[in-house]
């Protein structure tokens, strides 16, 4: 799959109104919005340090202060919707869709100093964090969470999950996907009449096994790990950890836009 690092004309176009919204309010802005995007899709594909950016790009102070902004005000969850609405009206589907899958990864931190790792994962082996991920059926990412690696995947699972439905995000769904380890989201399915439908392997069949429609998940993690500020989780807080996974999902549909139809 292509890399994404600089947006095309029609690319920014989709996004444009987030990142450079009409009647901003404060002094006009010394740097291109554009390129302060650029620059850190830049970053989320290399993992360079900040102080590393090239050249071309805005100078990196400026880049790391507007980074804060954005990851502060949700801007990069508000362009994951989009592209995902926008990708999905694409080829012929509804804008919001009505079964979502959900899963977790433990990742290894990178992070000397003041951090949120701890240990989790399968025996509390990980040191580092846990990412949540909401995908719909053709495996486009819908949100996200970062979390200390020692939550259970279902605790953190129901809050993204609950986080969702209780903004109204996702207006049409009616049912959820998980593996066996999200028997736990029973109760808040329930509350919001959604059908919670548990996969597991199939019996008698010996090492990894693919678990449709979940096996979508898997892929996604794989892509979105090929931008290598994520291959590790370089954070020292929660919502960081969170913002550069977004930033990461943005890149990883507008290279789906690019490459072939979802």
Known sequence: ??????????????????????????????????????AMLFIARTGLQWRYLPAKYPPWPAVWQQWRRWRDNGVWALAMTRLAHHIRLRNNRASDPTMVMIDGQT????????KFHNAGGRGGRTIGAKR?????????????????AQPHDVKVGRELLKEQLDSKSLPRLQAVVADRGYRGLGNLAAHHNLKLDIKAPPKRVKGFTPIAPLYRVKHAFARLGRWRRISRCYEGTETSAKAWLEVAAVAYMFALMRVEPV
């Open 132 to 148: 949540s991920i909401l995908i719909e059926i053709p495996g486009l990412p819908l949100a996200v969470r970062g979390d200390p």
């Open 107 to 114: 990742v290894r931190g990178g992070r000397a100093g003041p």
């Open 1 to 38: 799959m292509a890399a994404v690092i600089e947006l095309e004309n029609a690319e920014w176009g989709l996004i444009e109104s987030l990142f450079d919204p009409q009647g901003r309010q404060g002094a006009s802005a010394t740097y291109s919005r554009r390129d302060m995007v650029n």
